[in-house]
Structures are given as C-alpha cells and as structure tokens.
C-alpha cells in the first residue's frame, strides 16, 4: 500500500488455531489503522495517538492487526490515505485531525462496511462516529497557573487555526487568568500549522520579545518549551507531558489520554457492538490529564489549581460560567449561565478583553 506503514502483531491472519471438535480455524485478526497528521515523534498530538495504538497492540495481541500513515496533509491526500485503508480490508478507521473531517465523511460513504473514527469533528453517518477531549478543561487550570505567576501580565499564545477547538482554549484560558490577575494580557500569534517546529519556535520568540513570560501553545512539537526552557521563562506542554524538553520551563501540562478509549473502540468492532456516537471526555473520563505540578509554583497556586481540577472533574465548576461578553461587548452569557456544549463546539469569536482581531 502506497505510503502506508503496516505492522502485523505476531503471524496474524496465517495462524490457525488449536481447533475445536469441529476443526473450526482461528477468528481472523481485527484490522485497526490510525491516520495521523503529524510524525509519531512529534512529541505532542500525534505521538499521544500513537501510544494510544500501542495500548491496542498490548491489550490484544495477535488478535489485532495496526497500520498507520503519519504525515497525512489535510485535503485531498487525506481522502487518497483514508480510501486506501479502506480498500486494504481494514474494520475501523481512526482520522485524527479536525482537517480530516469531510475526507472521512467521503471515504465512509464509499466504504459503508468500515467503521470510522473521527477525532475533535462533528459529522457522524452510521459508519462515522466522532471524538474529542475537552482541552479547555485543562486550559482553565494553566489559565489560573498563568495569571498568578506572569510578572509581565503578559501570556503568550502559539495558536495553529481558528477553528472552535483552539478559539475555545484561548477563551478558556484568558478567562481563567483574568479571574486571577485582571490586568494579565494574551498576545496570540497565529501559525496556521499543527507541526511546524521552526514557525512554532519563531512565533515563542517573538513572543518573548514583546514581553511574554509565560507561553502556551495549541501546537504540537516541542519547539516552544525549548525556547522557553533557554530563555528562562515559564510554559505549559501541548497535548503530552513536556517536560523533558523544559525541565524548568514547564509548569504543568494538558496530556491527552485516548488509550481507554481506542482499546474500547477496537473491542467494540471485534465484539459486533460498535455504534456511531459522539464521545467528548475531558477530566471526569480521564481523557484530559496533567502532569505533577512544577515545584516552582507556589503551594498556594498549586493549591488553587488543584481545587479547579477537581471542581471541574466533580462537575461542579464550569469554565465558561457567566457574566461572559464577546469581545465587542455584547452579552454571550448571564450571571451563573453556563456555555452548553452546542455554543462551545460552534465558538468562533475572542470573549471579551482579548486585544487583536480573529482571523477569519
């Protein structure tokens, strides 16, 4: 297959069973591939859905034969990768970018005998079901962390594309450090990339120079925790821990955990009980995680950080709880109103207090 790295776990579909009586072979192993948009070693995104297919192959076996394809652009060559998984027999398909979105759509309604998997998309057909996490559960905690340890009031933001997703962060996290420091400011630089290590460590530079002491980014290499980490100021890791890059850059981290998941979902194809649905966890699933706490941030800090973790795993906090406006000034939500997940999966504008204009 053109372009396709493919593992078999063990002798696979050439192996056939001590038979029963009946002389009845061996069940062939379930096919399960992974497209990704990123190399695995990214570090980042794609390297946490990389271990995610590894949990597969560890939890089972021989029973389950994996194939990826890293570096997928999202377009036209998502739609040629993902049809070519399709014809090479797979029973499930996992897309993991928000790009792959109506390439899967495409290729499903071609192929109406393969289940696929769409990560952080909102179409579904009964071949398609979608995922996600809610990172901007995660991003609230790094918000309050930022806004009580930048001395500059000044937090960077490394942000890829204006899609819901990354716009919800931004908000989240703005929100949450305003409510700890009112006179914080996000400068955000926008790369139009997920994996760009150069741009990523242009943008953090930049960032830097116009005052940044804390940077976040919503970008998938490491590159921005190394400038942190040599500049010496303050950064939070992007959809893996880090913290190799910056040992004392990074203060925490978001950590994207799709393994129960992806297990889950194999299980359900092999067992016949796989049904399209939509899936969006965030700390209460453990789909959303954070490492141990920097020790450079201050027990009292902690200690609040902490607090919002567990309130927000409890489901007793909301990150987006009014009085929210837009940033034009106009009402978004009331006194005690809470975002529904209709109104974040659809955000598509900066809340109130971000300078500097949404790119369209």
């Given at each position: 297959?053109?372009g396709v ?18 002389g ?26 990389h ?13 389950v ?16 990768v ?29 192929f ?32 309050l962390?930022?806004g ?20 919800r962060g ?54 921005a ?25 990074q ?6 955990d ?31 995680q ?9 027990a ?5 950080a ?5 309130a ?5 906090l ?12 106009s009402?978004?939500?009331g ?11 659809s ?14």
């Open positions: 297959m053109d790295t493919r593992r078999l776990l063990g002798a696979a579909a050439l192996v056939i069973a001590m038979a029963p009586a009946g009845a072979a061996a069940q062939e192993p379930a096919k399960a591939a992974f497209v990704y948009v990123g190399p695995i070693g990214d570090h980042g995104w794609t390297y946490q859905h271990q995610a297919l590894l949990a597969v192959e560890a939890e089972f076996g021989d029973r034969e994996t194939t990826y394809v890293e570096n997928v652009s999202e377009g036209p060559d998502a739609e040629r993902i049809a070519q998984l399709a014809q090479a027999g797979n029973d499930i398909i996992f897309t993991t970018s928000f790009g792959f979105m109506n390439p899967t759509l495409k290729v499903a309604e071609r109406p005998q393969v289940k696929f998997e769409h990560a952080t998309g909102f179409k579904r057909a009964d071949n398609v079901a979608t995922y996600s996490s809610r990172f901007y559960e995660g991003r609230h905690v790094i918000g962390i930022a009580a340890m930048t001395r500059s009031n000044t937090v960077g933001y490394i942000a890829s594309f204006p899609i819901p997703e990354v716009v931004i908000n989240a996290a703005f929100l949450a450090a305003r409510s700890v420091n009112p006179g914080v400011q996000f400068k955000i630089v926008w790369v139009n990339t997920w994996f760009d290590p150069g741009k990523e460590a242009d943008a953090a530079q930049a960032l830097i120079d116009q005052g940044a002491d804390v940077l976040m980014q919503h970008t998938d290499s490491p590159a925790m190394k400038v942190a980490e040599e500049r010496g100021i303050y950064a939070f890791g992007q959809a893996s821990d880090m913290s190799r890059f910056g040992p004392k850059a203060l925490t981290s978001i950590v994207d799709w393994a129960p998941y992806y297990v889950r979902r194999v299980r359900a194809v092999m067992d016949g009980s796989w049904k399209s649905k939509d899936t969006w966890g965030g700390f209460n699933t453990g789909m959303v954070m490492p141990p706490f920097n020790d450079a941030i201050p009292e800090v902690q200690q609040m902490g607090a919002a973790r567990d927000i795993t409890a489901g007793t909301h990150p987006f709880t009014g009085p929210i406006n837009k940033q034009d000034g009402a978004w939500l006194e005690g109103e809470t975002a529904s997940d209709g109104d974040l999966l955000m598509n504008f900066y809340v109130e207090g971000i300078e500097g204009e949404l790119p369209r």
